[in-house]
T-cell receptor, first 114, second 114 residues
Framework: ELKVEQNPLFLSMQEGKNYTIYCNYS?????LYWYRQDPGKSLESLFV?????AVKQEGRLMASLDTKARLSTLHITAAVHDLSATYFC??????????????FGKGTLLTVNP | DTGVSQDPRHKITKRGQNVTFRCDPI?????LYWYRQTLGQGPEFLTY????????KSRLLSDRFSAERPKGSFSTLEIQRTEQGDSAMYLC????????????FGSGTRLTVV
């Protein structure tokens, strides 16, 4: 059974600082997704990573994937208050056939303080 | 196309009642997924459709739960004899392929069983 672990689960940052969220997963997959969720809202897609070594950047966020280490990172550069949210990584799980259902981590609650 | 639509947004029901939720995916997306999210947790996979065929069901989907996608377009998720443990956000997601373009989530239906 695929397991996805994120750390840290809680992250309090000061504006302007940098930090990295880690996502480890237990079985082979070449599909890794990052989502953002604001309180009471649904999931907003941030990044789709489909191959080993994939790196994508959008604004102050950069995501990478190492399929050999089964590790993805979400790096936050010069954090601003608007980035406060819960961030989830999700791994495409093909164990049930070709359905690629998503298995999510528990999420990282990010709070950016002035 | 305005994305994935879910209805209702909120549902409060008494224990023991039946409830039904609807999901309208993006029109050209043949794959549709249902997930359940409880407070402080990541979404958990419930079931998956490819066109009208239900191809996988999670162990989480007890016999009180049933899902359909009768014409390969919209889908319904019914919960019979609701229990307080069914209180959660029910999320629908769709994708046009095997996740290579990511998954688009709806706004969710928040169910409260009293």
């Amino acid at each position: 059974e695929l397991k996805v672990e994120q750390n840290p689960l809680f992250l309090s940052m000061q504006e302007g600082k940098n930090y990295t969220i880690y996502c480890n997963y237990s079985t082979t997959s070449d599909r890794l997704y990052w989502y953002r969720q604001d309180p009471g809202k649904s999931l907003e897609s941030l990044f789709v990573l489909l191959s080993n070594g994939a790196v994508k950047q959008e604004g102050r966020l950069m995501a990478s994937l190492d399929t050999k280490a089964r590790l993805s990172t979400l790096h936050i550069t010069a954090a601003v208050h608007d980035l406060s949210a819960t961030y989830f990584c999700a791994v495409g799980d093909n164990s049930g056939g070709s359905n690629y259902k998503l298995t999510f981590g528990k999420g990282t609650l990010l709070t950016v303080n002035p | 196309d305005t994305g994935v639509s879910q209805d209702p947004r909120h549902k409060i029901t008494k224990r023991g009642q039946n409830v039904t939720f609807r999901c309208d995916p993006i029109s050209e997306h043949n794959r549709l997924y249902w997930y359940r999210q409880t407070l402080g947790q990541g979404p958990e996979f419930l079931t998956y459709f490819q066109n009208e065929a239900q191809l996988e069901k999670s162990r989480l989907l007890s016999d009180r739960f049933s899902a359909e996608r009768p014409k390969g377009s919209f889908s319904t998720l019914e919960i019979q004899r609701t229990e307080q443990g069914d209180s959660a956000m029910y999320l629908c997601a769709s994708t046009p392929g095997q996740g290579t373009y990511g998954y688009t989530f709806g706004s969710g239906t928040r169910l409260t069983v009293v």
